[in-house]
């Protein structure tokens, strides 16, 4: 290791509240509208469980991945490592279902910002946007912002996610007071005839996956702070990951305290759509400024899920299409990243709920079932290493078996074999 470079990189090192601000931003955003729909089978109890059980997993997995970039220079992502230390068929399988993740998200998320806007415009101004126009001036401002610089996106993602809990907490404290404790445990009158909760905890498995899903951004974080800032990626990571699963209990209370599980069967078979929700909860509002706030957070959460979700994709076409570092190798990777999911969402703009369903496919198999084999690998491969993530190889092993559960899970519910709350 070059002692100068690593001073220089030491000195250079950006503050913890890039990495922290990048996390919170890629795991908390657009997505979110979908929980509280996705988890009213199992309805408030049972998913404040379910999200802080997903949550511990996914912040170690998250752990053995720092473990194992850091075997590797900084910059270097899943198609480095992988093929390294599984080879080139693990390389293969896990190359197509990072890719498929990640653009499917891109696609969901050009998706869930284009539909926003458009609906922020007609809304205020009268105007109807038409959806392929607003999903060419959101891909096209999504790939300027990334082809510049990183570092210029992860500024403009601390100003969204700053606005977007400001917004939040402005629109939702004022419903927290309202919440019906009655309403949030499920009890008479507002419990529906023969509940049943059991039977809905396997299909909320993949949205909880998802909805911590920042382990695509881990080898942006390592590039964002190198070997030597250590401290800086854990702390990211392991703050982020509180900071999320705190909020997102906040957020399942105050909309489950408020709209009654049997009222959301209507909203699941309007299809759940971001509109669909957010329409939902102005009915709930009686105040238009609050409304107006709701709106900024809406369009505040969509564009940051937007550039830190695919700032994880722009960095592995980079590392997988060797692409340089600079103004033509960067405008190369920003097209192959944006240029083909604005295509296909150009075609069929409104599929942000499914998109988000069928990740949840492909990335269990590279977020919670690939880190323990690459930990386990790299622990045989490697004498020493810069950092050790706290898992045995006990945990290592549960972690699989966890992994192989949800990916089942996820399985079952593309073929409608599990039961769906409606």
């Known amino acids: 290791m070059d002692i100068n470079n690593t001073i220089e990189k030491q000195n250079s090192i950006p503050g913890l509240t890039s990495g922290i601000m990048l996390v919170i931003a890629t795991v908390v955003g657009g997505g979110m509208f979908s929980l509280?729909?996705?988890?009213?089978?199992?309805w408030f109890p049972g998913a404040s469980v379910i999200l802080l059980a997903v949550a511990i997993m996914m912040l170690l997995t998250g752990l053995m991945l720092v473990e194992v970039?850091?075997?590797?220079?900084?910059?270097?992502?899943?198609?480095?490592?992988t093929q390294d230390?599984?080879?080139q068929k693990w390389n293969i399988l896990v190359g197509i279902s990072f890719g498929f993740v990640l653009y499917i998200l891109t696609y969901a998320y050009i998706s869930g910002t284009s539909a926003v806007v458009s609906q922020t415009v007609f809304k205020y101004s009268g105007f109807r946007l038409p959806a392929s126009i607003s999903v060419i001036i959101v891909s096209i401002l999504a790939g300027s912002i990334a082809w510049y610089s990183s570092l210029l996106v992860g500024r403009i993602i601390t100003v969204l996610i700053i606005g977007k809990f400001i917004a939040f907490f402005a629109t939702f404290s004022g419903l927290a007071v309202h919440i019906e404790v009655a309403k949030l445990t499920d009890s008479?009158?507002?419990?529906?005839?023969?509940?049943?909760y059991y039977p809905y905890i396997l299909m909320t498995l993949p949205f909880c996956i998802i909805s911590f899903g920042f382990h695509g951004n881990v080898p942006s974080l390592v590039k964002l702070y190198g070997t030597g800032g250590i401290q800086y990626i854990t702390r990211s990571i392991i703050i982020g990951t509180i900071f999320s699963v705190l909020l997102y209990v906040f957020w399942l209370a105050v909309t489950m305290g408020n709209i009654s599980r049997a009222e959301f069967p209507p909203i699941i078979a309007k299809g759940g759509n971001i509109d669909v929700f957010v329409e939902a909860l102005r009915n709930v509002f009686t105040n238009r400024y609050l409304d107006l706030i709701l709106t900024f957070f809406g369009n505040f959460a969509v564009a940051s899920s937007l550039l830190a979700a695919t700032l994880g994709l722009f960095d592995y076409i980079a590392d997988l299409l060797h692409f340089p570092d600079n103004r033509v190798g960067r405008l190369k990777t920003a097209l192959v990243t944006y240029f083909p999911p604005a295509i296909i969402c150009f075609f069929f703009p409104d599929g942000f709920v499914h998109a988000i369903g069928y990740a949840g496919l492909a990335f269990t198999l590279w977020s919670v079932i690939l880190p323990p084999f690459l930990v386990k690998t790299a622990r045989q491969r490697f004498a020493t290493a810069v950092y050790t993530a706290p898992c045995s190889n006990g945990v290592l092993n549960l972690v699989i078996v966890c992994g192989i559960i949800v990916y089942l899970?996820?399985?079952?519910?593309?073929f409608g074999l599990l039961p769906t709350f409606r």
């Open 36 to 42: 509280p729909v996705a988890m009213a089978g199992v």
């Open 69 to 81: 970039n850091l075997h590797y220079n900084a910059g270097t992502s899943f198609n480095t490592f």
């Open 85 to 87: 230390l599984l080879g």
């Open 188 to 196: 008479l009158p507002f419990a529906l005839p023969d509940t049943q």
């Open 409 to 414: 899970t996820v399985i079952l519910d593309i």
